[in-house]
């Protein structure tokens, strides 16, 4: 079962651009609860607390515990996220509610183990690709793992890993697998790499386009992203 993380909260009524702002500039980050058969309610968090938990590949497919003063609390899920474009601050966060009967969607992570000692991973000029990072997975709160693990440690040279070959735990389901096998998608490959791959001559294909964008145009979209949270 994911890790729980408990995080600090207060209630907020001033919303708009101006008092998020205003949580900001003092080291505050706008938030807000909702789901469960309740209504939504604002809340800010402490952009320090934030930040640390956030660090943690966990906090993103975990039951987290809100706790507002001594005695509220409330469980709940990250369903979203938004982070500066360019300063290493939290714009914003949603949570959504659970409860313990209640079935959650949620996206958790791929660990990938023993793909060095697979013997793919072991043989000349083949690569092992990750297709995918995380999974969307459907489970119980008690049953929600923190993460899904992709045993490659018998991968050959040429083999596939797919959505249906991952173990799940008891509880556990993917959704995607439901809709029929053609979502049955790659999650690992093993492939020989030719020799023209990756050469400086790729790069040098590239490189004008790269060379050719615009530093205003992308910092002018910097800013405009910026504004766009501000109007939580």
Same mark, same amino acid.
């Given at each position: ?38 209504? &939504? ?46 300063? &290493? ?31 793919? =991973? ?35 040279? =040429? ?9 799940? &735990? ?27 791959? =990756? ?15 615009? &530093? ?17």
């Amino acid at each position: 079962m994911a890790v729980h993380h408990t995080i600090m909260a207060e209630f907020r009524e001033d919303v708009g651009k101006g008092a998020s702002r205003r949580l900001r500039h003092n080291g505050q980050v706008p938030a807000i609860i909702y789901g469960g058969h309740r209504d &939504p309610v604002t809340l800010s968090l402490q952009q320090t607390a934030l930040l640390r938990a956030a660090e943690h590949e966990s906090f993103y497919a975990s039951i987290i515990e809100i706790q507002v003063g001594d005695d509220l609390t409330q469980q709940a899920v990250v369903r979203d996220l938004h982070r500066h474009p360019f300063k &290493p601050i939290i714009m914003h966060v949603d949570f959504m509610r659970v409860s313990a009967g209640e079935v959650l969607t949620i996206a958790v992570p791929i660990h990938f183990i023993g793909e060095d000692r697979s013997p793919a =991973g072991k043989a000349s000029g083949v690569v092992i690709q990750h297709h995918m990072t995380d999974v969307e997975i459907e489970a119980l709160p008690k049953d929600l793992p923190e993460f899904l693990a992709v045993d490659l440690s018998a991968m050959n040279v =040429g083999d596939s890993v797919m959505l249906s070959n991952i173990i799940l &735990p008891d509880g556990v389901s993917i959704p995607a697998l439901q809709s029929g096998i053609e979502h049955d998608a790659v999650v690992a490959n093993a492939i020989h790499v030719k020799e023209s791959q =990756g050469t400086d001559e790729d790069v040098e294909e590239i490189k004008p386009a790269v060379e050719g964008e615009e &530093p205003e145009k992308a910092e002018q979209e910097d800013e405009e992203a910026a504004g766009k949270d501000d109007e939580d």
